[in-house]
């Protein structure tokens, strides 16, 4: 019976180890490709194929085996876009004020962002918030805070500038 | 360039400056090309990277579950697939098969010899031995090599003369059978296995073990039941005549051969199918036939379609 409990087969506990890694899986390809499209559909590859080996797996081993399978899988397409990206990196260098998908954010880049947002006044971070996690427009969230919709930019536009502080490009 | 806004004016296209511009900037109301106008080139810069350090931010925050339901589907279609691949690859085996056995035809080593509903075959072997094929059964064997080594392959029940000669065998799904010049009936289905001796010696081999049975003896396993051994007296199967006849077999493998004899279909579902028979029926009339099985068992029958029988008590 502790043999069921454990055992990735059942859905139920499929989900939960989905729970539960998905977001760092997603997170560690992340900084790998450096692109959330291909984080996402690796990632997403990564828990099919577990599914698939679910008899194989344990419970207990779930992560690194997700984790492994993730790394493989980033290693398997660089080696395949090795010449593209080595093309991308020059191009990056030589025109720093070009397209910003070329710049590149990194693990403490993150960080920083993170202890931005908590650093941030309270009603900053709310409008911060509702803004880009919840995707919600100024009007919305005015309507929401029960505030003008001047007032909801003017604390977008201080979280901003105070943010603006973490970025330091003189590398 | 600082420009005051008016909470009553407007804001037409990008000349007019807003206040709070990053606001604007972050939801896509303001052009890059506007921002650089506003702030100093590593501001530019800084609030670019910044920019794109809150999206990367935002979406590992996202919740996931339209992710795992995305998970989900792919699942589902790969199963989908995957099921799609095994019907292909079943329609293409069965293909290749039946042009394997075209081939073999046309190519007249393999013979296959088969019996329809209700029907009895006669064979001729390529030594004289005579094989005769009770309903829907089938008899395979290849011409090469046929006067070195005798073997055939059965699946149904027929009724062996065996020349004298060269060890001949019958091959089944249930075990071998192997004699050098006798008479002898082979029955073989899914889970009924009999061999019946009416002349000369029979070697029969199930499951590794060997049993050798001399006249009026015979070797029956039926299903998981254990081995048995009956004696019959007659010298020909009762079948060949036209009459099945059995011994203490439970009732479904007699519904089985009702089946096969008048290309009926029976359901016996509402009924207990082990409840054992003993008697015989008639393969030329029905009514005569189902009155001598299931009026002997107490059974009645309806009809609800054109070939079609439904047992109840």
Same mark, same amino acid.
Request: hydrophobic residues 35%.
């Given at each position: 019976?502790?043999?069921?409990?454990?055992?990735?087969?059942?859905?139920?506990?499929?989900?939960?180890?989905?729970?539960?890694?998905?977001?760092?899986?997603?997170?560690?390809?992340?900084?790998?490709?450096?692109?959330?499209?291909?984080?996402?559909?690796?990632?997403?590859?990564?828990?099919?194929?577990?599914?698939?080996?679910?008899?194989?797996?344990?419970?207990?081993?779930?992560?690194?085996?997700?984790?492994?399978?993730?790394?493989?899988?980033?290693?398997?397409?660089?080696?395949?876009?090795?010449?593209?990206?080595?093309?991308?990196?020059?191009?990056?260098?030589?025109?720093?004020?070009e397209s910003p998908e070329f710049l590149l954010i990194e693990k403490e880049f993150l960080t920083k962002i993170e202890n931005a947002i908590a650093d941030l006044s309270p009603k900053q971070r709310e409008v911060f918030l509702l803004s880009r996690i919840e995707k919600k427009k100024y009007r919305?969230?005015?309507?929401?805070?029960?505030?003008?919709?001047?007032?909801?930019?003017?604390?977008?536009?201080?979280?901003?500038?105070?943010?603006?502080?973490?970025?330091?490009?003189?590398? | 360039?600082?420009?005051?806004?008016?909470?009553?004016?407007?804001?037409?296209?990008?000349?007019?400056?807003?206040?709070?511009?990053?606001?604007?900037?972050?939801?896509?109301?303001?052009?890059?090309?506007?921002?650089?106008?506003?702030?100093?080139?590593? +501001?530019?810069?800084?609030? $670019?990277?910044?920019?794109?350090?809150?999206?990367?931010?935002?979406?590992?925050?996202?919740?996931?579950?339209?992710?795992?339901?995305?998970?989900?589907?792919?699942?589902?279609?790969?199963?989908?697939?995957?099921?799609?691949?095994?019907?292909?690859?079943?329609?293409?085996?069965?293909?290749?098969?039946?042009?394997?056995?075209?081939?073999?035809?046309?190519?007249?080593?393999?013979?296959?010899?088969?019996?329809?509903?209700?029907?009895?075959?006669?064979?001729?072997?390529?030594?004289?031995?005579?094989?005769?094929?009770?309903?829907?059964?089938?008899?395979?064997?290849?011409?090469?090599?046929?006067?070195?080594?005798?073997?055939?392959?059965?699946?149904?029940?027929?009724?062996?003369?065996?020349? $004298?000669?060269? /060890?001949?065998?019958?091959? /089944?799904?249930?075990?071998?059978?192997?004699?050098?010049?006798?008479?002898?009936?082979?029955?073989?289905?899914? /889970?009924?296995?009999?061999?019946?001796?009416?002349?000369?010696?029979?070697?029969?081999?199930?499951?590794?073990?060997?049993?050798?049975?001399?006249?009026?003896?015979?070797?029956? $396993?039926?299903? $998981?039941?254990?081995?048995?051994?009956?004696?019959?007296?007659?010298?020909?199967?009762?079948?060949?005549?036209?009459?099945?006849?059995?011994?203490?077999?439970?009732?479904?493998?007699?519904?089985? +051969?009702?089946?096969?004899?008048?290309?009926?279909?029976?359901?016996?579902?509402?009924?207990?199918?082990?409840?054992?028979?003993?008697?015989?029926?008639?393969?030329?009339?029905m009514d005569l036939a189902f009155k001598s099985v299931f009026d002997a068992m107490g059974l009645k029958y309806n009809k609800t379609a054109s070939n079609i029988y439904i047992l109840d008590n």
């Amino acid at each position: 019976m502790d043999n069921d409990l454990k055992n990735i087969c059942k859905p139920k506990n499929f989900k939960f180890i989905f729970k539960t890694y998905a977001k760092d899986l997603k997170r560690f390809l992340y900084f790998k490709f450096n692109d959330l499209e291909t984080a996402e559909d690796v990632m997403q590859d990564a828990f099919i194929k577990l599914w698939k080996n679910c008899d194989r797996v344990s419970f207990e081993t779930a992560k690194s085996y997700l984790f492994t399978v993730g790394n493989n899988l980033f290693i398997n397409i660089k080696k395949h876009e090795q010449v593209i990206r080595k093309n991308k990196y020059r191009h990056t260098k030589n025109t720093t004020n070009e397209s910003p998908e070329f710049l590149l954010i990194e693990k403490e880049f993150l960080t920083k962002i993170e202890n931005a947002i908590a650093d941030l006044s309270p009603k900053q971070r709310e409008v911060f918030l509702l803004s880009r996690i919840e995707k919600k427009k100024y009007r919305e969230i005015a309507i929401l805070l029960d505030i003008s919709v001047k007032a909801v930019e003017k604390r977008m536009h201080g979280a901003l500038l105070k943010m603006r502080k973490i970025t330091d490009l003189n590398s | 360039m600082n420009c005051f806004t008016n909470d009553n004016m407007k804001i037409k296209n990008t000349n007019i400056e807003n206040e709070f511009y990053l606001s604007q900037w972050i939801e896509g109301n303001l052009a890059d090309t506007e921002l650089k106008k506003l702030v100093s080139e590593d +501001d530019f810069l800084a609030y $670019k990277k910044l920019k794109k350090g809150i999206e990367v931010f935002c979406d590992l925050e996202q919740p996931l579950d339209t992710s795992f339901e995305r998970i989900l589907h792919r699942m589902d279609k790969k199963t989908k697939i995957r099921k799609l691949h095994l019907k292909w690859i079943a329609s293409i085996a069965a293909m290749l098969l039946f042009f394997m056995g075209f081939y073999a035809l046309i190519n007249n080593n393999s013979v296959l010899n088969k019996s329809s509903f209700g029907e009895q075959k006669t064979i001729a072997l390529l030594d004289n031995s005579k094989v005769i094929l009770n309903a829907k059964s089938a008899l395979n064997y290849s011409k090469k090599g046929w006067k070195n080594k005798r073997e055939v392959f059965l699946n149904g029940e027929a009724f062996f003369q065996v020349e $004298k000669g060269s /060890t001949f065998t019958v091959k /089944t799904k249930n075990g071998n059978i192997t004699v050098l010049g006798t008479q002898f009936n082979v029955k073989s289905t899914d /889970t009924f296995f009999e061999v019946i001796c009416y002349e000369g010696k029979v070697r029969v081999v199930h499951n590794n073990k060997e049993y050798i049975l001399n006249p009026t003896n015979s070797f029956r $396993k039926i299903n $998981k039941n254990p081995i048995e051994s009956l004696n019959y007296s007659r010298k020909k199967p009762t079948w060949t005549l036209g009459e099945s006849t059995y011994r203490s077999v439970p009732l479904k493998y007699v519904i089985e +051969d009702l089946e096969k004899q008048f290309n009926i279909q029976i359901n016996s579902a509402k009924i207990n199918n082990s409840s054992i028979y003993t008697g015989s029926f008639n393969h030329h009339k029905m009514d005569l036939a189902f009155k001598s099985v299931f009026d002997a068992m107490g059974l009645k029958y309806n009809k609800t379609a054109s070939n079609i029988y439904i047992l109840d008590n």
